[in-house]
Nanobody, 115 residues
Framework: QVQLVESGGGLVQPGGSLKLSCAAS????????LSWYRQAPGKEREREFV????????TDYADSAKGRFTISRDNAGTVYLEMKSLKPEDTAVYYC????????WGQGTQVTVSS
């Protein structure tokens, strides 16, 4: 059974940092790309790509994330999203995603950037 469990969200002031985690299980973790997406308030039908990491360690970022966010993975089934210099527009529910022929999503973790 494929499971993706996100954690690490919270309330942070503009300019602050957070590190999100996604614990993956139920598939061969090292064989697949994992991605982070986010869904902003008022955009319930739109999940925006944030970052992706493939099994070789290569990464890809949305323009909004470049230079501020870093995606990484360990060998134990967890993918991370380290976010710095956070802005109010980064406020969203952040989701982990994997495509295994069908797409799986985690339950999401809320990130709120506000003073």
């Amino acid at each position: 059974q494929v499971q993706l469990v996100e954690s690490g969200g919270g309330l942070v002031q503009p300019g602050g940092s957070l590190k999100l985690s996604c614990a993956a299980s139920g598939f061969t973790f090292e064989d697949y790309a994992l991605s982070w997406y986010r869904q902003a308030p008022g955009k319930e039908r739109e999940r925006e790509f944030v970052a992706r990491i493939i099994f070789t360690g290569l990464t890809d970022y949305a323009d909004s994330a470049k230079g501020r966010f870093t995606i990484s993975r360990d060998n134990a089934g967890t993918v991370y999203l380290e976010m710095k210099s956070l802005k109010p527009e980064d406020t969203a529910v952040y989701y982990c995603r994997v495509d295994l022929g069908r797409t799986y999503w985690g339950q999401g973790t809320q990130v709120t950037v506000s003073s």
